[in-house]
C-alpha cells in the first residue's frame, strides 16, 4: 500500500485555468506538507498544517489554496494558472512538525 | 535567510567504490539533519539522519558525518551500486527557526558499471 499517494501524477493545463491535487496518507501522521520542486530540482516549502489547521505558509501566491478536510488529507487548488507554476508538487507527512517527513510520488503540472 | 548550501553537482562514481556527497550548511541554529534520495520520477525517500549531539551516524551501508565546527554534512556510501543512482538532499532542521525543513540543492550521482 502506498503511504503517500497524490493524484493525478500528472496535470497539463492551459494558463488561467483552475485545477487541484489531491493527497492522502495512510500513515496516521499529524502534520502534511506542499513542496514545489523547479526543474533545477530545488525542493521548497509551500505550506504545512499539524492537525488541520495551518502551521506553514511560505511566500506563495494566494492563488495557491491549501485545504484539509482531515488529517489524512491535504489537498492543493490552484486559481488562474500561470506558466511559471509549471513544476512538480511533491505531498509530504510527518509524525509530528519537524519530524522525518515521507514524500508522494509528485504530481508533474505543465502550464500552456 | 540562511540555507542549505548545495549545488546539484555530478558525482560519478565507479560501480563498489565507495561515494561522499557533501552538505554545507549557514544555520548554527539547527538541530537536525536528514538525507533524502530522489530517484528519476519519483518523490525524496528518507535515507538516514542525524541530531546536532552526534557526529556520526551509520545505516546499512550508508554514514552520516556531522561537523558542527565547520557546519559540514557528508554522507557516505559504502560500495556503490546502480541503484544507488539518484540525486541525494541533504536537508536542516530548526527548532528555533520553527521546525522548518530546509532542502538544500542535491547532488546527482552516477554509478558507472
Known amino acids: 500500500d502506498t503511504a503517500v499517494s497524490q493524484t493525478p501524477k500528472y496535470l497539463v493545463t492551459q494558463m488561467g485555468n483552475d485545477k487541484s491535487i489531491k493527497c492522502e496518507q495512510n500513515l496516521g501522521h499529524d502534520t502534511m506538507y506542499w513542496y514545489k520542486q523547479d526543474s533545477k530540482k530545488f525542493l521548497k516549502i509551500m505550506f504545512s498544517y499539524n492537525n488541520k489547521e495551518l502551521i506553514i505558509n511560505e511566500t506563495v501566491p494566494n492563488r495557491f489554496s491549501p485545504k484539509s478536510p482531515d488529517k489524512a488529507h491535504l489537498n492543493l487548488h490552484i486559481n488562474s494558472l500561470e506558466l511559471g507554476d509549471s513544476a512538480v508538487y511533491f505531498c509530504?507527512?510527518?509524525?509530528?512538525?519537524?519530524?522525518?517527513?515521507?514524500f508522494g510520488p509528485g504530481t508533474r503540472l505543465t502550464v500552456l | 535567510g540562511e540555507n542549505v548550501g548545495l549545488h546539484l553537482p555530478t558525482l560519478s562514481v565507479q560501480e563498489g567504490d565507495n561515494s561522499i556527497i557533501n552538505c554545507a550548511y549557514s544555520n548554527s541554529a539547527s538541530d537536525y539533519f536528514i538525507w533524502y534520495k530522489q530517484e528519476s520520477g519519483k518523490g525524496p525517500q528518507f535515507i538516514i539522519d542525524i541530531r546536532s549531539n552526534m557526529d556520526k551516524r551509520q545505516g546499512q551501508r550508508v554514514t552520516v558525518l556531522l561537523n558542527k565546527t565547520v557546519k559540514h554534512l557528508s554522507l557516505q556510501i559504502a560500495a556503490t551500486q546502480p541503484g544507488d543512482s539518484a540525486v541525494y538532499f541533504c536537508a536542516e532542521n530548526s527548532r528555533a527557526a520553527g521546525n522548518k525543513l530546509t532542502f538544500g540543492g542535491g547532488t546527482r550521482v552516477l554509478v558507472k558499471p
Open positions: 509530504a507527512s510527518s509524525q509530528d512538525f519537524g519530524g522525518v517527513q515521507f
